[in-house]
C-alpha cells in the first residue's frame, strides 16, 4: 500500500516549453501533495504544498507563475513548469500524504532537463 | 531553507560493520523521519519517531532523538552492500500540515 507515482519518469524539452508532471496516490488518498526539487547530490527543497481543491502553497523564493502547481482531485496532483529554461533542470519530486497520517510517501522522481 | 544538519556528509564501511549517522534540526518538531534514497531514485521511507519518543526500532535500524538537544541518530547494524544509499533526516512541523525539512543527507557506502 501506500504507492505514489510520478509521470513521466524523465523528460527533455526546448528552452521556452512548458512541461507537466503527474503525481498521484495510487491507493489511498491524498488532501496533501507536496513537490520538491532536488540537484545532483544534494538534499530536496520543498518547493509548494498543494491541498486538495485550494491554491497551492509556496516556499520563499519559488516563482508561482512559474511552477504552477493543481491539486484536483484527492489523487491528483499536477506541476507544470511553463517556459523552461536549462536552469529549471532538475530532479522534481513529489510526495502524498494520507488522511489522518504523518507519514509522506514520495513518487519516484521526474528527471528534467531543458536544452 | 533546510533545518537539518546530517554528519558524516559521507560513509565507508565494510559489510557486516554497522553505520551510525547524525542528525540535528534547529526549531521545535512534531516529528523526525528518516528516509534512504538510492541514486537518482525517491525517497523510501524508513523510520518516523514522534517528538514524544525517545528511540524506535525497525529490523535493523534502531532511531534515537533527543529533543533536548535538538538531535537524531540513525543506527543501521550488520550493514549490506545493499544498505548503499544516500539517508535523509526530515523534520515535521508542529502546527497545521506535516511539512518537511530536509537534512543535507549522508552518503553511505558499503562495501563487500
Known amino acids: 500500500g501506500a504507492v505514489v507515482s510520478q509521470h513521466p519518469s524523465w523528460v527533455i524539452c526546448k528552452s521556452g516549453t512548458s512541461v507537466k508532471i503527474e503525481c498521484r496516490s495510487l491507493d489511498f488518498q491524498a488532501t496533501t501533495m507536496f513537490w520538491y526539487r532536488q540537484f545532483p547530490k544534494q538534499s530536496l527543497m520543498l518547493m509548494a504544498t498543494?491541498?486538495?481543491?485550494?491554491?497551492?502553497?509556496?516556499e520563499q523564493g519559488v516563482e508561482k507563475d512559474k511552477f504552477l502547481i493543481n491539486h484536483a482531485s484527492l489523487t491528483l496532483s499536477t506541476l507544470t513548469v511553463t517556459s523552461a529554461h536549462p536552469e529549471d533542470s532538475s530532479f522534481y519530486i513529489c510526495?502524498?500524504?494520507?488522511?489522518?497520517?504523518?507519514?509522506?510517501?514520495f513518487g519516484p522522481g521526474t528527471r528534467l532537463t531543458v536544452l | 531553507s533546510q533545518q537539518g544538519e546530517e554528519d558524516p556528509q559521507a560513509l565507508s564501511i565494510q559489510e557486516g560493520e554497522n553505520a551510525t549517522m547524525n542528525c540535528s534540526y534547529k526549531?521545535?518538531?512534531?516529528?523526525l523521519q528518516w528516509y534512504r534514497q538510492n541514486s537518482g531514485r525517491g525517497l523510501v521511507h524508513l523510520i518516523l519517531?514522534?517528538?514524544?519518543?525517545r528511540e524506535k526500532h525497525s529490523g535493523r535500524l534502531r532511531v534515537t532523538l533527543d529533543t533536548s538537544k535538538k538531535s537524531s541518530s540513525l543506527l543501521i547494524t550488520a550493514s549490506r552492500a545493499a544498505d548503499t544509499a544516500s539517508y535523509f533526516c526530515a523534520t515535521g512541523g508542529s502546527g497545521g500540515y506535516n511539512k518537511l525539512i530536509f537534512g543535507a543527507g549522508t552518503r553511505l557506502a558499503v562495501h563487500p
Open positions: 519517531i514522534r517528538s514524544n519518543e
Open positions: 510526495s502524498a500524504e494520507g488522511i489522518r497520517t504523518d507519514t509522506q510517501y
Open positions: 498543494s491541498n486538495e481543491g485550494s491554491k497551492a502553497t509556496y
Open positions: 526549531t521545535s518538531i512534531n516529528n
